[in-house]
Each structure stands twice: as C-alpha cells, then as structure tokens.
C-alpha cells in the first residue's frame, strides 16, 4: 500500500516502486503519483491536485495532449509558499517611478519603500538586500534575496556569476542591518511556464530520457522499456507590501568580492535583479528568477 503522507497516489497492477527510489521520488516530486488509464481525465486530475496545493496560482501543469495512450506514470510535485514581512511595507508611501528595462526603454512601476535599516551588503558590482519573514510555529527562517548589479544592464554578467561560481549564493548575504538612504524596491508579480526535458539534457541529465532510464526505479519485466519523455514546470510569485506569495509545480511524464559596509547604503531596484527565496537554517533554496520588467506578470 502506497503512503504519500495523506496525499493519493495510484499505481497499475504489475509495477512496483523500488522501496528506496521511492523515498527519493517523493522527496524530489513530492507526493502524487499516478497511473495512467484515461489521459483527459489523469490530465485533469493531476491539473486540480495542483491547482488545489498551490492555492489556484498554478492552473493545467500538463498541457493538452501531454498524456496518451503509452504514458505508465506521472510523478508531479508542488511547492506553495506565502510570506509576510518582519517589516510591512506602509502601503501609503508606496509610489509609481521609473524602471529602466534592458532594452534602454523604462516603464513605470510602483515601488516601495521604508526609512528602516534594512540588511544590505555591498560588493564589487552589485549590491544585496535581505528581508526576512516572519517565522512560523516551527524553526525555519525564511527570507528573500535581491541580488543588483550598479550597472543598469548588468542582470546578465551578474546570473553567470551566480551560476558559475561555487558558494556564490552563501558567500553573498548581507547579515546585518544598516541605515538606508535611497532604498526603493518595486511591486512585482510573474508567472512562467517550459517544457524542462531540453534543458536538463543539456546539463548532462540523460539517463532518465534514454529507453532504460527507469530500470532501477521500477521493478517490473517492462521497467526496461519506461523513459522520462517530458517535464513540465510552471511557476509563480508576487511580491507587495505584506509580503510574497509564491508557488511552483513540475510534472514528468514518463513513457514506453566584498567591501566594508558604509554607515549608510542606496538600494533602489529601478532595473533588472535577480531574486532568491531561501530557507535559512538549511539554506535551500525555494525559488529563483529573474525581473526583467516588474509589469510583465
């Protein structure tokens, strides 16, 4: 009997899970696992769960057409996150202003602002604030990261640092408070969606796509002949004056340099950053994206 921690799962006669490669299936793809009979109504089905744990924000994971006749299983997760600020935003002082795209263009934005010290850190070619949320009942710690580059179309040379260099993530957080001078961060609300099996073939994962991905996994006389054809991902976030409410889903079909802080930093977010949310105590990582221009939701 399969047990996904209160969440369902199904799996058709004659396939079974190996015992440790399960706990790794659910761990990474969470907690539905289903088997496929009739491909609309699965489809729907894996579309309302996740519709259901992201709290609506997340609508048809798996596009039409996705799951057919051939599709054994379906691992899909679900990530939801919200979060309040320590520190509110005052909603009042929150005022429209420019932001300049990577283009050279700008759009106006609302952005918001705060004469509170905030954590920021200063480095050679971009800046970090940190706003923490508020913790829960248990002992975790959340907080959101803004990662700017000074130069206003530095969002490029700024990722490729951050996803070559090793530790970059840790070695670059701002962990104490300073006073702000200029300190404007905008409003922001987006959403995105890919089909992710490209992708992670050209990071070397292969095994998984080829014709005997799955061996090791299923323990069946036809395990030999199951393969990962698709990955869906899809996710969501905003960020106001209370705080920011996130949510990410993916589903896999499976077929036959830091200077000394000044007493008092600007932080004003008019172009393109990067942003993380992470869990401090374990500093895993929840989501990471990129704003290009805060109105394109």
């Not at 070695?171 to 905008?186: D, S």
């Amino acid at each position: 009997m399969l047990n996904l921690d209160g969440d369902f799962g199904f799996l058709e006669r004659g396939y079974r899970i190996s015992d440790v490669e399960f706990e790794f299936s659910v761990s990474v793809f969470c907690s539905l696992l289903l088997m496929v009979r009739k491909a609309a109504e699965v489809t729907k089905e894996v579309n309302l769960w996740v519709e259901k744990e992201t709290s609506g924000l997340i609508k048809e994971l798996l596009p039409s057409g996705s799951v057919d006749s051939s599709t054994r299983l379906i691992f899909a997760n679900a990530v939801y996150f919200k979060g309040v600020w320590i520190d509110k935003f005052d909603a009042s002082k929150t005022k429209d202003d420019k932001f300049f795209l990577l283009n050279g263009s700008s759009v106006q934005v609302p952005f918001m602002t705060s004469k509170k010290k905030q954590y920021i850190r200063e480095f050679s070619g971009f800046k970090v604030l940190g706003l923490p949320y508020k913790q829960g009942a248990d002992d975790r710690k959340f907080s959101m990261y803004f990662f700017l580059p000074d130069a206003k179309n530095g969002l490029p040379a700024l990722v490729e640092k951050f996803g070559s260099e090793s530790g970059f993530l840790e070695n670059h957080l701002p962990y104490r408070r300073v006073k702000v001078g200029a300190f404007r961060i905008p409003k922001f609300k987006m959403s995105f969606g890919f089909e992710a099996s490209e992708v992670l073939k050209g990071l070397g994962l292969v095994l998984p796509f080829s014709g005997n991905g799955l061996t090791e996994m299923v323990d069946s006389s036809v395990g030999q002949n199951l393969h990962v054809s698709s990955i869906f991902q899809k996710s969501f976030i905003e960020v106001n004056e209370e705080g920011t409410e996130a949510a990410a889903a993916t589903a896999a079909v499976v077929m036959l340099k830091s200077y000394q802080m000044e007493d008092e930093l600007d932080f004003v977010a008019d172009h393109p950053f990067l942003f993380v949310v992470r869990e401090d105590t374990t500093g895993v990582p929840l989501f990471i994206g990129q704003i290009h221009n805060p109105l394109s939701g």
